[in-house]
């Protein structure tokens, strides 16, 4: 079946330097993707979004990349600090209108000091 | 402000038991989901609403029943209960048209 899924289950970073957390999608239909950042015994938090018809979008030290040729979707996190040690997932759009997100497993980051 | 408010927020039941899962939200939001998290996978969609007075099935909706007599509440329901419904439960609302839903702290459920 069609799914969203990450290419590592974890990631270790320096504190201040970049990261970059990577997600594969087979659902060629699909046309709006969503980052989320868990932190530990809380809920997903919203972090960015991207639409299918942009290539790049950027926030307060992240950035999404969408690749709909290799249907691939990156989010970047720029000079990454202790509270970034979370579980990030990317979601799509799988439903009519925007009310249907099919989640990837999730990539556990952590920063080291 | 609340947000999303999940109720209670850690549950032991037994086998065969029922039981049911509270979530409000006060942002006035349209949608409202159910999803389930267990360890090594994402979030799986139980039951979602469009609207007050409506449901849908989601990807795993078999074992729980949902319903939305107010626009602010989203009940989650099972009737008899079996341990593969241990899990952590996440209520959700979005407004609409935008796939950012603003969580509730999630519910933990465990059926022995």
């Known amino acids: 079946g069609e799914s969203v899924g990450l290419h590592l289950p974890t990631l270790s970073v320096q504190e201040g330097d970049n990261s970059i957390i990577n997600c594969a999608y087979s659902?060629?239909?699909?046309?709006?993707f969503i980052w989320y950042k868990q932190e530990s015994g809380k809920g997903p938090q919203f972090i960015i979004d991207i639409r299918s018809n942009m290539d790049k979008r950027q926030g307060q030290r992240v950035t999404v990349l969408l690749n709909k040729t290799v249907k691939h979707l990156s989010l970047q996190i720029a000079a990454t600090q202790p509270g970034d040690s979370a579980v990030y997932f990317c979601a799509e759009n799988t439903g009519f209108g925007n009310e249907k997100l099919t989640f990837g497993t999730g990539t556990r980051l952590t920063i080291i000091p | 402000n609340a947000g999303v408010t999940q109720t209670p927020k850690f549950r032991v039941l037994k086998t065969g038991q029922s039981m049911t899962l509270l979530c409000a939200q006060d942002m006035n939001h349209e949608y409202m989901y159910w999803y389930r998290q267990d360890p090594g996978m994402g979030l799986r969609l139980i039951h979602y609403s469009v609207g007050e007075g409506t449901t849908a099935k989601g990807e795993v909706p078999d074992g729980y029943n949902v319903s939305r007599l107010k626009k602010q509440n989203f009940l989650l329901g099972l009737e008899s209960a079996a341990p593969s419904q241990t899990s952590v439960y996440f209520c959700?609302?979005?407004?609409?048209?935008?796939?950012?839903?603003?969580f509730g702290e999630g519910s933990r459920l465990t059926v022995l």
């Open positions: 959700a609302s979005s407004y609409g048209g935008t796939g950012e839903l603003f």
């Open positions: 659902n060629s239909a699909s046309d709006y």
